[in-house]
């Protein structure tokens, strides 16, 4: 027997079959977007959160995890809201490999008005301590119903019209649905449920008339749904449509919704890319590259910048002036030519990343940076753990610093790291290994007042 514990205001719990997770963070969000109230917009954050990321502990009555998620959201560098919660799951039984590899839905919601906003959400584990971070960039858009518009377009697991909704389920609108921000289904997810609101409809007992289309990448299409003709509840409607993508190959297609008010003859749509994965695969090259191929063009971006790191000047070129199929093809390269290991099915140089990256997020994290986009954990990250840092904290004469040793060659080479404004992130002053920039007066750069200037 297993008990869930919420304690949240917006929190919601839904169960997913398979864990697929998209680099480069360990867990995935989407974010999307309905009608608020007035001029505001209602934008909805889904977490996806494998319960790998928590360490279960045993008090001798049961095994148990708790962890802490932290949603905020940042317009123009200032925290706009935030939705922080608990989540505790205690289990009578051990917890078997495939119950580990299940996945939570947790939800937010915030009432934002429009422009330029970035999601943030840390995932804590409390036994561990260790932090996980993922960021979203949206443009958090008007949803006037003067005209005829649509909701983002949803896709989830599960949708089900219900007369009485569970006390932690997600619903609405009389629907129960277990989003998947992912956007990947598969065997695992066999089904596909889309979900929307529709708004500005004319409120005259007409009729509406609502298509599903389907393409592939190319953009040719598969297939058409429709038409299906409603009668207009009243200015709003909902739509959902669930379809079965084990009848398709492979790939990222988009699902386009049109609809037209019969009446008034205004039409609107939009669009959602999804992923297919037809079968779990173990070698590495094939499932690196749908992995790479179902990221988002920010997401792509956000892991060649970490693989950058690794990367010399040249390498790095080519790859940004290439396209984004090129991109993939060489990446997927990039990784096989550096695996440790070539008679395993998995890839060392790729999990070592992985390590890393979530070490650098567990130890540098800030309330506006994640650890890997830091000083310190880019350094950790490419280089690994140092031997040894010497801290050396601030005091009335100079400026809080830490020097790190690596022993990685016959005379070792250190990484010197500033905190100046006393918040946390300390800025990389000076290192002697040969691929990084020296600044042989890095000591007066310590000491407070100093007006020396940099020497490379």
């Known amino acids: 027997m297993r008990v869930f514990f919420i304690l949240a205001y917006f929190l919601v719990y839904g169960l997913l079959g398979q864990n697929i997770t998209l680099l480069p963070t360990p867990f995935d969000m989407s974010v999307n977007q309905f009608r608020g109230n007035g001029q505001n917009t209602e934008a909805v954050v889904n977490l ?13 009555e049961k095994y148990e995890f708790e962890g802490v998620v932290d949603v905020r959201v940042f317009i123009n560098g200032i925290i706009a809201a935030q939705d922080a919660f608990r ?12 119950e580990r590899q299940v996945s939570m839905v947790q939800q937010s919601r915030f009432i934002l008005s429009r422009g330029s906003a970035v999601f943030s959400a840390a995932i804590t584990d409390l036994a561990s301590k260790q932090v996980h971070m993922a960021t979203k960039n949206v443009i958090i858009r008007a949803i006037d119903d003067s005209y005829l518009t649509t909701s983002d377009l949803l896709v989830c697991t599960f949708l089900k019209r219900e007369q009485l909704m569970e006390e932690n389920s997600i619903n609405r609108n009389g629907y129960t649905m277990t989003p998947n921000p992912s956007g990947v289904f598969g065997l695992g997810r066999p089904m596909l449920y889309a979900y929307s609101e529709i708004y500005g409809l004319q409120d005259d007992g007409g009729t509406y008339t609502a298509n599903y289309i389907l393409f592939e990448r190319s953009g040719k299409e598969v297939f058409r749904r429709g038409p299906f003709v409603r009668k207009k509840p009243g200015e709003s409607s909902v739509e959902t449509l669930g379809i079965n993508v084990m009848g398709l190959l492979a790939g990222r297609y988009r699902l386009r919704l049109e609809v037209i008010d019969d009446q008034s003859d205004q039409r609107t749509f939009i669009d959602r890319e999804f992923f297919v994965v037809k079968e779990q695969l173990t070698d590495f090259k094939n499932n690196f590259t749908m992995i790479l191929d179902a990221m988002e063009n920010d997401e792509l971006r956000d892991f060649i910048d970490i693989v950058g790191y690794f990367m010399s000047e040249s390498e790095f070129q080519t790859l940004m002036k290439a396209n984004r199929g090129d991109r993939i093809v060489q990446l997927v390269d990039f990784f096989e030519k550096r695996d440790l290991d070539r008679k395993t099915n998995e890839n060392e140089f790729y999990n070592q990343i992985n390590t890393r990256l979530a070490l650098a997020d567990q130890q540098f994290s800030t309330r506006n940076f994640s650890g890997r986009k830091t000083d310190r954990g880019r350094v950790l990250i490419r280089y690994g753990r140092p031997n040894d840092i010497e801290p050396y904290p601030a005091n009335e004469d100079r400026f809080s610093y830490e020097i790190w040793h690596y022993d990685d060659s016959d005379d ?23 691929d990084e920039f020296r600044n042989y007066r890095w000591q007066d750069m310590v000491v407070r007042g100093s007006t020396n200037l940099i020497d490379f």
């Open 48 to 60: 996806m959160i494998p319960k790998t990321l928590f360490e279960w502990i045993d008090d001798g």
């Open 412 to 434: 070792g080479f250190i990484f010197i790291f500033i905190n100046k404004n006393g918040a946390g992130m300390f800025e990389q002053i000076h290192s002697t290994h040969p």
């Open 87 to 98: 989540i505790i799951e205690s289990a009578v039984d051990r917890p078997g490999p495939a």
